[in-house]
């Protein structure tokens, strides 16, 4: 049974930087990382096809890198300038066949990680 293991989460102060990891049992063709915080619709933060083809969410562009090893079947999530309205539960997720932003689109995700920033 497939396996995501999310781990990199914790607590920064804006401004900070943080670095979340999805481990998996398979590799995957397409995989993404999405958000949700209390009282919100999840969204999708970052997506990446196994051609390197990436999409971002407007409000992440230019902060957040996606990146895959996949060596190692690791999804990595590389979040810098944090600000706290990025404070949420991280989720990663697999089974696009593109990368896009659509949960409809991912057949399988992982428990997730809290990221809180403070102000």
């Known amino acids: 049974q497939e396996q995501l293991v999310e781990s990199g989460g914790g607590s920064v102060q804006a401004g900070g930087s943080l670095r979340l990891s999805c481990a998996s049992s398979?590799?995957?063709?397409?995989m993404g990382w999405f958000r949700q915080a209390p009282g919100k619709e999840r969204e999708g933060v970052a997506s990446?096809?196994?051609?390197?083809?990436?999409i971002y969410a407007d409000s992440v562009k230019g902060r957040f890198a996606i990146s895959r090893d996949k060596a190692k079947n690791t999804l990595y999530l590389q979040m810098n300038s944090l600000k706290p309205e990025d404070t949420a539960m991280y989720y990663c997720a697999a089974g696009c066949i593109y990368a896009t932003r659509h949960t409809a689109n991912y057949n399988y995700w992982g428990q997730g990680t809290q990221v809180t920033v403070s102000s």
């Open positions: 990446i096809d196994s051609s390197g083809g990436t």
């Open positions: 398979t590799r995957w063709y397409c």
